[in-house]
């Protein structure tokens, strides 16, 4: 089964519905699904609810879905960056859903790995185990936190093979392979397609079995803070 | 009292050979500055990294490398990536030694906030929440009080819980307290603080 496609048009065609539970990979802007995020833009598709660390900024990665009214509901840990995000958060228009992120990336690896609950000390004693059920394991209070389940994931990798192998690149990693594994759905869109059989099998961190279709693109990979440091003189 | 390079160098004595440790955005960044040369301290960035160095010089910045903070950084001969799910595994799995934070409020029981004020902007706990709870000792860096020149060491928090019970240590521009059974510890003053200065300044039980 072929699974390159020639756009995210083409590789995001069929798997779109409103009301629909995305799940995106990236840390700010880093490790974005850039050239998903604007095929879904285009799609029209509406009332999505997507879970992502962040909601990018306001021109680039999830703040074009916001700009244009395509998510109803976000599951985030930080969302500091975004002033479009904040008008339509505070005016109502837009759900949120605080995660501690690293509560995020689990609930993220356990939809992937086939476990709906588990119990985490993260957060307990706070807001986020209101509603929870509170467990004592060995003298210790943990609150049951959710697996997620999404229809879709959208990812982005530096490099893949053609059958979705896919490695990715310093901390552009992050959320990727956790949001990879939890879509019914996973396009994956990287930088460059290389043929079957040219990647190291014992460095793959990704195995194409989680990547149901690929795309290959030019990437902004924007930065968000750009900071250095002076040379020595 | 002390400055915000001075209380850094403090957090900086809490440091040991090979630790594993979390710094937080602001004066905990400043700690780096301050590990004794020929300790091995390894930075976690909790985005995906350890072995996190120093920022790059102009025009070597590259968007794939990032800490916490979102901001450029570089890669050390020990550097090791992984995904976010990996990297709060090893946070809440308690094998980081460390956690070195900014605070809004303590308590005298170890009570943390420093995520959301009600009523402003809230941006969100990001993974301070998870490192409070994981992490093998929790020190906080910050003033002893707040622009109102209101305590910040407190009986009880008032704001927004970040954990509970999790805080180990304090380090403040007036001196160093340590959560006790009962009450705070004070360890150390500050340069030109006396201890009635500091329990003036502190509304928590000092034991």
């Known amino acids: 089964m072929k699974k390159v496609y020639g756009s995210a048009a083409d590789a995001l065609d069929g798997v779109l519905f409103d009301g629909m539970l995305i799940a995106a990979g990236g840390f700010g802007l880093c490790g974005i699904p850039e050239l998903l995020i604007d095929g879904i833009v285009a799609s ?3 009332d999505l609810t997507v879970a992502s660390n962040n909601a990018g900024v306001d021109d680039f990665g999830l703040g074009k879905l916001l700009a244009t009214r395509q998510i109803r509901k976000m599951m985030s840990s930080y969302v500091g960056e975004n002033a479009e995000f904040m ?16 509560t995020l990336a689990e609930r993220m690896r356990a939809g992937g790995a086939g476990i709906p609950g588990f119990y985490t000390k993260t957060g307990v004693g706070t807001v986020i185990a209101e509603g929870k059920e509170v467990k004592t394991f060995d003298g210790q209070d943990y609150i049951l936190e959710r697996g ?18 896919a490695v990715f690149r310093k901390t552009a990693r992050n959320f990727n392979p956790p949001a990879a594994m939890c879509g019914k759905i996973c396009i994956m869109e990287v930088e460059e397609i290389v043929p079957t059989g ?7 961190h990704l195995p194409g079995i989680y990547v149901y279709r690929l795309i290959q693109g030019e990437h902004e990979k924007r930065i968000e803070q750009r900071t250095v440091r002076p040379r020595a003189a | 009292m002390w400055d915000r390079n001075q209380m850094a160098a403090r957090a900086a004595k809490e440091l040991r050979d090979g630790m594993y440790v979390n710094l937080g955005i602001g004066i905990p960044t400043l700690v780096s500055n301050y590990i004794p040369d020929g300790m091995s301290v390894t930075l976690q960035s909790e985005n995906g990294m350890l072995g996190m160095g120093p920022f790059p010089y102009e025009g070597e910045e590259d968007a794939d490398l990032i800490n916490a903070g ?25 094998k980081i030694a460390m956690a070195i934070l900014g605070a809004m409020e303590v308590s005298e029981k170890g009570d943390l906030a420093n995520w959301m004020i009600p009523g402003k ?9 998870d490192l409070v709870a994981g992490v093998g000792r929790v ?29 180990d240590l304090i380090i403040t521009n007036m001196g160093v307290l340590e959560v006790v059974e009962g009450g705070l510890k004070l360890l150390e003053l500050a340069d030109g603080v006396t201890e009635a200065d500091l329990r003036a300044a502190t509304e928590a039980t000092l034991v």
């Open chain 1, 44 to 46: 029209g598709v509406k």
């Open chain 1, 87 to 102: 008008r339509q958060y505070l005016s109502g228009e837009l759900e949120l859903e605080f995660n501690p992120q690293g």
């Open chain 1, 148 to 165: 997620i389940f999404a229809d879709l994931s959208i990812v982005k990798a530096w490099k893949a093979d053609e059958t979705g192998n």
């Open chain 1, 198 to 204: 040219s990647l190291d099998p014992d460095t793959i």
């Open chain 2, 70 to 94: 979102k901001q450029t950084i570089t890669e050390l001969p020990h550097t090791a990536y992984f995904d976010s799910a990996t990297s709060f595994g090893m946070i809440r799995g308690g």
């Open chain 2, 121 to 129: 902007l809230v941006k969100g706990m990001g993974g301070a929440m």
């Open chain 2, 139 to 167: 020190v906080v860096v910050m003033d002893h009080a707040n622009k109102h020149g209101e305590s910040k060491v407190l009986k009880n928090c008032t704001l927004p819980l970040t954990g509970t019970g999790v805080v």
